[in-house]
């Protein structure tokens, strides 16, 4: 039996297949903008959150029966953020050049060691998400706290969510062809 | 040419006052001064990409247009992050009940105008701009 011919090296695991969408010219700039503005928006989601935990303390429930709120933000809701900026700061401290396996230039380690380290960037932002998903079920769904409080968890999956869309618009931005390569090969 | 520009800019300072205006009506009206960090935020927004605009453009990005640089997308990076700053904490503030409902709408078109403002406004200099070229 032969394997058919593949367009990469059949020995790689971990291929990048983002797929090569085309925005035109602008898209590199178009990117980064998108991709700082899902970064700001994940981070101003959980704030939300954060302080609307922090205003619950006023009476709640009905006004001749004012109990203070069931659940805060409190940090185990910051620690899948974190891990997820944290994975964000790895994954973009990566040469681009090196992870997409060019190894004519440079040593070949070099290459080995880039994709051992995107893997833990993205290792760190998909544990952040699941880490946000488990905070969501088991500190918010489990004990059957009201809507207003699940908002809390569902906050944090968004922000974990909109993180890794960040990044991964950031990456595709930031991989595409430049000018410079793009006048070559033309 | 000078005239249509004289016209320009006339009826921008005009758009940028309006949205001055709006955000401090925003605040007056409720007697709550928070909304007037949008104004700071929306004035705020192209610092980073000016300063950072620089860092690219040595001799030889200059002739490729230097948007391959790394300070580039930092700066585009973090003046995306600023302006939906400006679009986003009125809403937080409003969801929190610490403004008003109306004042944060007030607020954010009124943060519109303003950006809006700077980003014509400095599209239409970059365009005089390369006329001297």
Redesign the interface.
Known sequence: MSLPRSQYDPRRVCLNPFPNVDFGKHR??VG??????L???AY?VF??AC??SK?AKAPWGPPDDPAPAPVHVTFVDWIPGLCSLLGFLVINLIDKDRVRGDENFGDARAVWRARLFLFVGFALMAGGLAGSVTVLVIKYIMPEYPDAFKYYGYANVTQNVALMLSVVI?WMA?NTP???EY?LTL | MAAASIRTVVFLAMVLAVGFLMIILSCVLWHNWLPLLVALTFVLAPLPNAIFAHCGSDEFSASYDGVNSGPVDLGRFITAMIVTTGFAMPVVLAHAQVIHNAACVMSILGGGLVYGTILTYSAAFSQEESEFD
């Open positions: 590199r700039t980064v903008y998108l991709s700082g503005a970064f700001a928006l101003w704030l939300d302080i609307i205003h950031l930031q430049s000018e410079y006048n």
